[in-house]
């Protein structure tokens, strides 16, 4: 029998990635050369041409942001012109471009970088790690990515992974591989709720366990609540603070503002392990004479949480929708995962357990959890494909993935309206065929403009792509029809296939979307990768 690598599980993190692997039936976590078992997702180009990846970076981030590209997340499968990328042109240090099609693109030290590029990178520092820790190389993986993301942004993804040099076997869900780690295995019968509070967002996902099937009933989330808000609210306070002691205001005084922001984050983290917390940062600006003038302040527990409470009542309003969309109340939730670096904050757990009525599950570290799912998943799937069964041995089962997809799909009308397809929160995967008819007489070929989003607006919502059947009879209008299927697959990537019912001509398109990259750009992506 042929012996295939270990299929590694990726948790890449809009902050951090994480890799593990399954190996003789154990989960582990794969250190890097200094015993991390997290990377910090940062790439920096070096003036010597050189490229560095992950945690080695940070230092970098400081020194020379403009040439370290952080969050790539955010942008990966956008388009130049959405809030992300208009949010990122504003408060990103490193320069984003706008490439051919709207696809934003990283400039640094002269060159231009797609997204998945960047990733990709990220990917492969994740797959070095493994192979040194397995002493072998790696082929394939399991990549997580958040259930919000859509056909683009997972494919996206999964390039990425190919440029890095990797066979991606499946994308999964970070709440399915949270839900996972938790629970594949052990034969439980459970309705669990992921808790998943990152840097910048939040997402509830409600999952039923059955054995080995994992079922998403419902999810919903906020892409704008995360950790960084605690930091800015910490860094008003301390902006506050130093004016109430000098009588100076800081506000627009860009280095300082940074400064403060980044020992705002370092108070946050410190008051999660430690009642009191004191600040001294100094020489922030200086006064009339010239003199350096200082923040010197101490903040207790007590403090902090009465400041930040409201930011996490507002995540139990995204509990109370998934809630709602499931039918359940929080009391009929048998446990709740906590993932994402915020949940370390003792308020956040304070409050879940007063939500849900329970403590929440803490055996598993809220950076890891989602790779040690993804990386089960793989094993899984790994066995299926190439285990012999074993005398005696009892047959391996792989966990069915029920997921549902996080927005609608649907098409644009002739009056710019939206036509839903396939509704959010439809479990995937899923097949919906719909017949559609010409507008004008003798009409030879139809176009079709696909979209993913929840606006009653065609305009509003994400453009996929769109589609063209040519070779039409030519007929009074009305009278041809055209059956088109629309397919989520379990990657969540969207295929559309569209028939003449009188001609039986089809065409599968996986979809080429508007906010990707044509094949030559991927071509060339995979050329300065080799
Ligand atoms: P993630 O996106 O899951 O890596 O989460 C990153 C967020 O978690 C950032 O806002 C961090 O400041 C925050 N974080 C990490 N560790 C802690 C901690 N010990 N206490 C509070 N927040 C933390």
Known sequence: MVEHDPVIGIDLGTTNSCVSVVLDGEVHVIPDESGARV?????????????????????????DPVNTIASAKRLIGRSYVSKEVKAALQAAPYKVVKGKGSVPLIEARGQRYGLPEVSGMVLRRM?????????????????TVPASFNDTQRQMTKLAGQLAGLDVLRIINEPTAAALAYGYGRGIKARLAVYDFGGGTFDLTILELRDTVFEVVSTAGDTYLGGDDFDNRLMRYMLAAFKQQHGVGLEGETLAVNRLKHVAEKVKCELSTKERAIVNVTELALDANGAPLDLRFHLDRAGFNER???????TFLVCDEALRIAGLKASEVHGVVLVGGTTRMPLVREMVAGYFGRAPLVDLN??????IGAALQGASLDSDHFSAPTSGAA???APLLLDVTPMALGVQTVSGYYDVVI??????????????T???????????????????????????GEIELYGLPPAPRGQVEIQVTFEIDTDGIVVVTERDSATGIEQATRIEVSAGYAPDEVAQMFERGA
């Open 127 to 143: 797959k070095d790690l493994a192979e040194r820790y397995l002493g072998r190389p790696v082929t394939r993986a399991v990549i």
């Open 366 to 371: 809220p950076d890891e959890v989602v790779s």
């Open 395 to 397: 047959p391996h089962r």
């Open 39 to 63: 990377q910090a997702s940062l790439v920096s180009f070096l003036t010597d041409g050189s490229v560095i990846v992950g945690n080695e970076c940070r230092h970098e981030q400081v020194v």
């Open 423 to 436: 509704e959010r929160n439809a479990s995937i995967p899923c097949e919906h065929t719909r017949t559609f």
């Open 438 to 464: 010409t507008s004008m007489d003798d009409q030879t070929s139809v176009r079709l403009q696909i979209f993913q989003g929840d606006s009653r607006i065609a305009a509003e919502n994400i453009k996929l």
């Open 308 to 314: 930040c409470q409201d930011l996490v009542q507002r």
